[in-house]
């Protein structure tokens, strides 16, 4: 999983390639190389470990590398260490160190994916006297395309294509070749490229926002397809080597949207964007007063088919499938199972057309969720997609895709992405309530107006943030955090507990509240913090006592309940209310603070909040 870029152009390429990279360091961040080209001279590769700002110091921000086509990556280690030599672009020459400098090579590569059976075709390159200095699947990819360049005597894309039959796995690839000044190769499987063109130049890289400063005209070049970029020429081909034609495509928003627009760090931002993020959402599937799935190719009469549903994704996601199975087994009794997309396909679920598979996953590349979709697919159920980055490859393969309109996410750690997939799913399920007639008109009308009303109750709970702000400054140095919840209030705990993790590196788990007792409140000590969501009438009581037996025991508690009587306000130390809403829909209230206090407690600590440690946000290997 890693991000790569590519410019050919009148301008000095290596400036706007570190540009790019920069918007596409959430993709990976252990290292970073460029490969550039001044006219008919060699290419330049320069290569930097850690974060994108080492390469830019190494090349005093691009200026000391000349010439005006190049192509880069911001990596995230798969095959071999984050090391030097492993960093891209890689080159098919025999060179002895790590493919830095000018570069002899006839090709030089950056790679985004997996090349399953790398092992197998190293041997046969190896056998025909290539010798290889780093462990990448890439280096072996770049060296075989020059093996077929030179074996056959074929031009570029030939080269490329007979690659592609001979690998597995997926890619997005960037490639140079010594006779083709001017020029970059580009191929694509199952991995995310684009190809963007302006007056007098070509673009290329994982993800739109990191060429949105240039231009807005895109091609999203498909699975096993092959593009050729030249100063104002984009051609593509297909796996034969045939000319195809592509549709162009204007990006409507805007680049601003995906800078930090005056928030210290990304993740504040799109907190802060999540009134938007649902509104936007809601208002695409909520037409006079009713909703309408049409546009998503979900009609009443499928919702009316259904048996059963299954959710599948992966981390944040999941947890959005497990608020939905709530709300949806509830209001429209309809049987929800949720699986871990990596875990989907070791189990042998029965799948027919009236079960619908709903794969939710903000990147839409997800591979495990991927996985998963295809898998549903073949087995013949009918699968929808629930996505937020248009044109993605889940997106793409589903039979029926729901868009979330959150824009562009860049921290990691997801946020507004997870409150727009909340809010698509209640949306369905108020409609398959509607539909399968468990619930009245008047309670449908009712239903919709609370949603409406989620993006001015989250901008009231935002208001509050003061009082996390300093609540997460005593809690800094906690060792460990339990959230607890029963029913609704679990999942959501679920997502509190990993927004807390991911960023503070702090230990937290999540429980279902009555869980706790069997074996995990051994763990509560002295002033171990225990955070209760409190938003289910039901079984808010119930959760209360169990906060009480770890109080008992020396925790310190919080809360996070809605506005009015709260039994527990002299039990709990720290409570935070959230205003009223259909208890259903409650949970788009209730993760912000949890949101807010991971935010908070990673930046009291010091830490690199939109990029933490380990993490990438679109974790495209399985
Ligand atoms: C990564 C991200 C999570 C995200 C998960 C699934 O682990 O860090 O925030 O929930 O992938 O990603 P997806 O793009 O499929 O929603």
């Known amino acids: ?72 990556h911001t990596r995230w280690a798969t095959h071999g260490d984050p090391s030097l030599i492993n960093a891209h672009p890689h080159v098919s020459g025999n060179c002895s160190g790590s493919g830095s400098g000018k570069v002899e090579s006839d090709v030089v590569g950056v790679h985004n994916g997996i090349i399953e059976n790398y092992g197998e075709l190293k041997e ?80 290329l890289a994982s993800d739109v926002p990191a060429i949105l400063k240039y231009t807005r005209s895109v091609y999203y070049i498909g699975n096993l397809q092959v593009a050729r970029l030249s100063p104002g020429s984009v051609k593509f081909y297909d796996l034969n080597g045939d000319e195809i034609t592509l549709p162009l495509t204007e990006i409507t928003w805007d680049a601003e949207a995906a800078e930090k627009g005056g928030y210290e760090h990304f993740m504040l931002k799109e907190i802060h964007e999540q009134p938007a993020a649902v509104r936007d959402t809601l208002g695409s599937l909520i037409k006079d007063g009713k909703i309408d799935l049409t546009a998503a190719g979900i009609t009443d009469d499928i919702l009316l088919s259904l048996s059963q ?50 794969v939710i996953s903000q990147s839409g590349e997800t591979a495990d969720s991927l996985a998963a979709l295809r898998l549903a697919k ?42 727009a997939q909340l809010v698509a799913l209640d949306a369905l399920a108020v409609q398959m309530a509607l539909v399968k007639g468990t619930v009245s008109a008047e309670q449908y009308s009712h239903l919709i107006e609370e949603l409406i009303g989620i993006p001015d109750k989250i901008t009231r709970v935002l208001e509050d943030k003061e009082r996390l702000q300093w609540f997460s400054s005593k809690i800094a140095n906690a ?8 029913g609704l209030d679990y999942a959501i705990s679920l997502e509190g507990s990993l927004k807390m993790k991911e960023i503070s590196y702090i230990h937290s788990e999540a429980y279902a509240a009555g869980e706790l007792k069997h074996g995990t409140i051994s763990l509560i000590e002295k002033n171990t913090l225990v955070i209760g969501v409190l938003t289910q009438s039901q079984m808010i009581e119930k959760t209360i ?16 309940t809605t506005n009015g009587n709260f039994a527990g306000e002299d039990s709990v130390n720290f409570t935070v209310y959230i205003p009223r809403t259909d208890e259903h829909f409650v949970s788009s209230l209730a993760v912000v603070p949890l949101q807010l206090l991971g935010y908070y407690t990673s930046v009291n600590r010091g830490l690199d909040v939109d990029k933490p440690r380990n993490l990438a946000k679109s974790v495209t290997v399985e």
């Not at 000095?12 to 006219?39: N, T």
């Open 545 to 560: 006592s169990n906060m009480a037996e770890c109080k008992s025991r020396g925790a310190y508690l919080m809360g996070v």
């Open 124 to 203: 046969k390159l190896l056998r025909h006297g290539y010798l290889f200095y780093s462990d990448t699947d890439t280096e072996v990819v770049v060296k075989l395309v020059d093996y077929y360049y030179k074996k056959y005597k074929i031009g570029p894309v030939d080269a490329i294509t007979r690659t592609m039959v001979r690998v597995r796995g997926s890619y997005a690839l960037a490639l140079m070749f010594k006779d083709h000044p001017g020029e970059i190769f580009a191929a694509r499987k199952d991995s995310p490229l684009i190809i963007g063109t302006a007056e007098n130049a070509a673009f």
């Open 309 to 358: 549903i299954i959710i599948t994704a992966c981390g944040s996601a999941w947890h959005v499938g497990i608020a939905a199975q709530y709300v949806i087994e509830d209001m429209a009794k309809v049987p929800v199972r949720v699986e871990l997309a990596s875990e989907f396909r070791y189990r042998s679920l029965p799948m027919s057309k009236n079960i619908l598979v709903i």
């Open 1 to 72: 999983m890693c991000g790569i870029v590519g410019y050919t152009g009148e301008n000095q390429a290596a400036p706007i390639l570190l540009d790019g990279l920069k918007r596409l360091e959430y993709r990976g961040y252990d290292s970073a190389g460029l490969a550039v080209r001044d006219g008919d001279a060699l290419a330049e590769v320069v290569k930097a470990t850690g974060k994108l700002y080492h390469l830019a110091d190494k090349t005093d921000q691009g200026r000391s590398l000349p010439g005006n086509c190049g192509i880069g």
């Open 378 to 419: 073949e087995k013949g159920a009918e699968t929808l997609a629930v996505v937020n980055v248009v044109g993605s490859t889940i997106a793409r393969e589903a039979d029926h895709v729901l868009y979330t309109l959150a824009g562009p996410e860049i921290a990691v750690a997801t946020t507004k992405a997870y409150s």
């Open 479 to 486: 060792h460990d955090i339990f959230f607890i919840g029963r």
